[in-house]
């Protein structure tokens, strides 16, 4: 029985420069534990390991992950076959010119576009630079079980990275897709979507394609160890007390304790107050770690309140009373009163 563990994705050393230090620090420093984790993974169950683009994020990651990869590939029982991607092309002295020498990594590149491994035929040619047209697929030949590497996009063409076209896929056993961040299939096709996230666009967690080749292709989705980030929202429509808030997240928080966005929304009401440094204490004290708050609440509009008011407001409000529980109405009567209120503010300056 022939098996294969699957990833695209990785993006190691990607920049994050757009979230925190503190973040960008944990993510960092859970490159080591994501390499142990794939080790540990294909020696288990004596997988080679297929990496089908963006390993790294950048063409020069830092040395010491390098060296973190070098040691980790080293580890492995069975050898790592590579496609470089677009944010990690191949090129002479880079870096996959570099792990075929100290790590012996088979690398799918130009001059190297077909490699057997026992009966697995591996096929593809990897990026030479950022942005390159798409290589030509090479026909799969002989007996044996034939794979196909290809990092780009599954359709028309018009992504302006490598695109897969037609049908000349089929005549492969298995294609070992990259690029696409989302586990989503494609005309027939299955990405596994990314092994390591790097921000809160990628929640959940990473995740490869093992795949045995067994009297036909048997492919099961497995998840990688990682930081795991997550998005929660919690509407407060009906919500009276800050202690029913507090009751409704905790039934929805992700069992997963990783790093959290929670966002509040919808109408509230004057006797809810939400402190967000105490709900993000409370949630931290659940093991998650990291907790970013965004209160999008609304001040839920209270007719019956304005109804009782002198002037245009209370005109308003009583002129359509009869109608308050038609959605529409109510939106328009607030964007009434929240313009007048605006004009009201700029002339007293």
Not at 215 to 235: M, N
């Amino acid at each position: 029985m022939q098996k294969i563990f699957h990833i695209a994705d990785a993006h190691l050393d990607a920049p994050l420069s757009n979230l925190s230090l503190e973040i960008r620090g944990q993510i960092e420093s859970s490159q080591g534990a994501f390499l142990n984790g794939l080790v540990n993974l294909c020696n288990e169950r004596e997988a080679i390991l297929v990496i089908a683009g963006d390993f790294f994020d950048t063409p020069n990651p830092k040395e010491r992950t390098l060296q973190m990869v070098e040691e980790a590939f080293r580890q492995l029982e069975q050898p790592v076959v590579a496609l470089p991607g677009n944010h990690d092309p191949y090129f002479l002295g880079g870096i996959w010119e570099r792990l075929e020498e100290r790590a012996g990594v088979f690398v799918m590149r130009e001059g190297q576009e077909h490699i057997q491994i026992g009966n697995l035929h591996f096929y593809g040619k990897g990026y030479g630079a950022f942005n390159e047209v798409s290589p030509e697929i090479s026909t799969p030949v002989g007996d044996g079980i034939h794979i196909l590497l290809w990092h780009g996009d599954v359709g028309t063409g018009e992504g302006g990275y490598h695109t897969l076209t037609g049908d000349v896929w089929k005549k492969f056993d298995y294609v070992a897709l990259g690029h696409i961040h989302k586990a989503v299939d494609v005309q027939g096709l299955s990405y596994p979507g990314f092994s390591r996230s790097r921000g809160f666009d990628e929640t959940g967690a990473g995740a490869g394609h093992f795949v045995t080749f067994d009297f036909g292709t048997q492919v099961e989705k497995v998840q990688l160890p990682g930081i795991q980030f997550s998005r929660t929202v919690v509407d407060v429509q009906g919500i009276e007390t800050a202690e029913e808030l507090e009751e409704k997240l905790f039934e929805i928080l992700p069992e997963e304790k990783g790093l959290l966005r929670l966002y509040i929304t919808g109408r509230r009401r004057e006797s809810l107050l939400i402190e967000k440094g105490v709900l993000q204490m409370k949630i931290l004290q659940c093991g998650f770690s990291f907790v970013q708050i965004f209160d999008d609440t609304k001040e839920e509009y209270n007719i019956a309140r304005e109804i009782e008011k002198v002037g245009f407001s209370g005109a308003l409000a009583r002129a359509i009373q009869n109608h308050a529980d038609d959605p529409f109405i109510d939106r328009a009567v607030e964007i009434l009163l929240r313009a007048q209120q605006r004009e009201a503010l700029q002339y007293e300056d």
